[in-house]
Structure formats: structure tokens, C-alpha cells
């Protein structure tokens, strides 16, 4: 099993970035996929995400109206598109599968990637 995340950068506080991860081993479109994040000093916590078909998705409160989660089953892809990025951002990136339909929780994904940072400063 692989997930490989990429995209992250250094952006300024506003600017916009687009993660993607690529998957492969396991049966990609039974599995929910979900991004978490984790700043300095912090627990990951969940930011995103998308269910098996990519019909539902969900996201943590703070990013609701300014992260978008999407999926590309044909080609074993998620992404999460950022904008309207605030220093609050700033946090290395996982992607992650799991087996239950709407996880929310570290402990109910069993794949993660290796996650890419995301930093955002003037």
C-alpha cells in the first residue's frame, strides 16, 4: 500500500495551493479517503473528507468554505484545493484511506501517506 502526497509550498497569507496524493495497492473506491494536517507542536487532526463514490464529503469547521476535497477513482487520486490560506494553515499534510464510511479520527484510517508541508507566511 502507497499514498504520496504532493504539492505543499510556502504561500502568503490568502494565496492558494492545490495537494494531491496518489494511491495504489489497495482497492482505491471502497475506501474513504480524508486529509489531515498537523502544525507545529500539535495533533493531527482531520480536515477533510470524501467518501467511497465522492457523492459526500465533509470537512472540519474552520475550513468549510475554503478547502475542497475531490476524488478521481479512475486514477487512483485524491486532492484538496485551499484557498483563502491563513498563517493558521501552516501544517504538514497527510492523505489517508479508511474503511469507514465517514471517519473522522486518526484511529479509523489504516493508510496514510507521508504528508507534504504547507506553510503560509507574509
Known amino acids: 500500500v502507497q499514498l504520496q502526497a504532493f504539492g505543499g509550498g510556502s504561500v502568503q497569507p490568502g494565496g492558494s495551493l492545490r495537494l494531491s496524493c496518489a494511491a495504489s495497492?489497495?482497492?482505491?473506491?471502497?475506501?474513504?479517503l480524508g486529509w489531515f494536517r498537523q502544525g507545529p507542536g500539535k495533533e493531527r487532526d482531520f480536515v477533510s473528507g470524501?467518501?467511497?463514490?465522492?457523492?459526500?464529503?465533509y470537512n472540519k469547521r474552520s475550513v468549510k468554505d475554503r478547502f475542497t476535497i475531490s476524488r478521481d477513482n479512475a486514477k487512483n487520486t485524491v486532492s484538496l484545493e485551499m484557498v483563502s490560506l491563513k498563517p493558521e494553515d501552516t501544517a504538514v499534510y497527510y492523505c489517508?484511506?479508511?474503511?469507514?464510511?465517514?471517519?473522522?479520527?486518526?484511529?479509523?484510517?489504516?493508510?496514510w501517506g507521508q504528508g507534504t508541508e504547507v506553510t503560509v507566511s507574509s
Open positions: 489517508a484511506a479508511s474503511s469507514s464510511y465517514s471517519g473522522t479520527t486518526v484511529d479509523e484510517y489504516e493508510f
Open positions: 495497492g489497495f482497492t482505491f473506491n471502497t475506501y474513504t
Open positions: 470524501i467518501t467511497w463514490t465522492g457523492r459526500s464529503t
